[in-house]
């Protein structure tokens, strides 16, 4: 971001590995204008190969990161990328972590094969919502076909799109 260069470890069988995803790219766009609290503790969850934690590691100031995938591949990226790192190979759709958050970032997958697919969001919202502080926020990038408001709004407090273009919409949902 900004000029900056991110060093990552990727594989083939990692979404996107061998490019940025566009979806991740407009999530990371939306970075000025995201507030957090000094020094926060935030989530990259479904973290992939973990530009999103790397980004915002650098970008918050004082942040305490945490990355989560369930996909083993994914995991030993971010752990060859950033040794020490904390990362979690955990399926965020069964329940919550263990830890309070007062981000979280996500890409959310929307497919199965080819076919469409909300099952994750749609079992990750409360999972989400019982990690965060109150006043915690998950920031989410999807097409903008998708149904996310709706999957959303039964678990937080507010719950608005913050950015669109043709393709994708960011939303901020937020825990009072």
Known sequence: MRGQGY???????????????????????????????????LLDAGCGYGILGAVAAHEFAGAQLTWADDDLLAVGCVQAAWPGADVRAVDLTAGPLEVRFEGILCNPPFHQGREQDTAFMRQFAAHAAAMLEPGGQLWVVANRFLPYSALLEPHFDRVRPVAQDNR????QAVRA
């Open 168 to 171: 994708f919409q960011v939303w």
């Open 7 to 41: 060093t990552v470890q990727t594989q083939p069988g990692v979404f996107s590995w061998e490019h940025l995803d566009a979806g991740t790219a407009f999530l990371l766009a939306q970075f000025p204008q995201m507030r957090w609290p000094q020094a926060p503790h």
